[in-house]
């Protein structure tokens, strides 16, 4: 440790990062528009507001599996510096940039919706890359610092969650790919698949018996790679 560096308890940092979650999951319901009271047909257009409804529940999910990860990160952590807590405020404002692409996505979904679904998906898809690419620095820097860790041993198994990150801007990148070029349903798909995968290895890779798969999966489609690469 250089004679400079400061380090302090984690603490404060959950408790801020667990402000900014809970303020981010509270502001997606604004999204939810609620109808004028004063016009017939207030149940017809109660349900016509399903996709904000479906939009509002995923996006739910989705931060609270980020909350998840992010809890099980520091639950490693004892100390934080600052390049730690710089790295954690590019993961808190990333996650809360997500309530806009929502009300994008729910309104280009909704009923006689004028807007661009294409345009909607690819948003949401950059946004996502955004937020799998603010954890890109956290596990590489923790390695390199045990310090900071409550067992310094777990160093080894965060340098190996690297690839976390990485699965999460690929996998949005191709969303917003194949939103744009094929079908935007396809982006909803993708974007529901990468909620379950976060929330599958919010632990590690390692950490039960589905992450586990997920892994030696993506370890046998590189394989040939690998093969060929050697010859």
């Not at 909704?110 to 596990?139: K, N, T």
């Not at 529901?192 to 599958?200: E, F, K, P």
């Not at 018996?209 to 590189?222: D, E, G």
């Amino acid at each position: 440790m250089t004679p400079d560096r400061r380090l302090t308890e984690s603490g404060r940092v959950e408790a801020f990062s667990d402000a900014v979650f809970a303020i981010t999951i509270t502001l997606l319901v604004l999204e939810i528009h609620r109808p004028a009271l004063d016009e017939p047909g207030l149940g017809r257009r109660l349900l016509e507001q399903w996709p904000a409804y479906g939009a509002f529940a995923v996006a739910f999910v989705y931060v609270g599996v980020v909350w998840l990860n992010h809890h099980a990160l520091f639950a490693r952590i004892r100390n934080v510096d600052l390049g730690l807590n710089w790295i954690n405020l590019l993961i808190l404002v990333t996650t809360a940039l997500l309530p806009f692409p929502t009300g994008v996505l729910a309104g280009a979904f909704s009923e006689g919706a004028s807007g661009s679904r294409e345009a909607a998906v690819v948003l949401y898809a950059i946004v996502g890359a955004l937020m799998s690419a603010a954890w890109i620095p956290v596990f590489p820097y923790l390695a390199r610092h045990p310090d900071l860790l409550l067992d310094p041993k777990d160093a080894g198994m965060l340098a190996r969650q690297k690839s976390r990150p990485l699965v999460g801007v690929a996998s949005y990148l191709l969303a917003a790919v194949l939103g744009y070029s094929v079908s935007p349903l396809l982006a909803l798909v993708s974007f529901v698949w990468m909620i379950a995968y976060h929330a599958i290895t919010s632990e590690g890779l390692h950490a039960n018996r589905l992450a586990r798969s997920l892994t030696r999966t993506r370890l046998a489609r590189h394989r040939p790679m690998m093969d060929r690469a050697r010859g």
